[in-house]
């Protein structure tokens, strides 16, 4: 899934788990700061993981939890190594 509202914040890809949000993924093709979408969907719905991946650069961090759910960035290869 994905998440879009009317006022033009999304987030990429959405990771149901037992129907309810388990994981949110926002995907950016540099590596700058934490997206303000991904960080208002945060503030709103309760998320277990998430991370905001760059399909350029190679930094990886964990930011401060935005509403209980700890944010890490990440290259986007670094993902893809941690799938099946």
Do not use: N
Request: with cysteine; aromatic share 8%.
């Amino acid at each position: 899934r994905y998440f879009r509202d009317v006022d033009g914040h999304e987030v990429d890809f959405i990771v149901m788990l037992r129907k309810k949000p388990w994981l949110a993924i926002e995907v950016k093709s540099g590596d700058r700061g934490l997206s303000p979408g991904l960080r208002y969907l945060l503030e709103r719905s309760k998320f277990t993981f998430a991370c905001q991946v760059s399909a350029q650069g190679g930094r990886e961090q964990v930011l401060a939890p935005i509403g209980g759910c700890p944010v890490h960035l990440m290259p986007l290869t670094r993902l893809l190594a941690c799938l099946p």
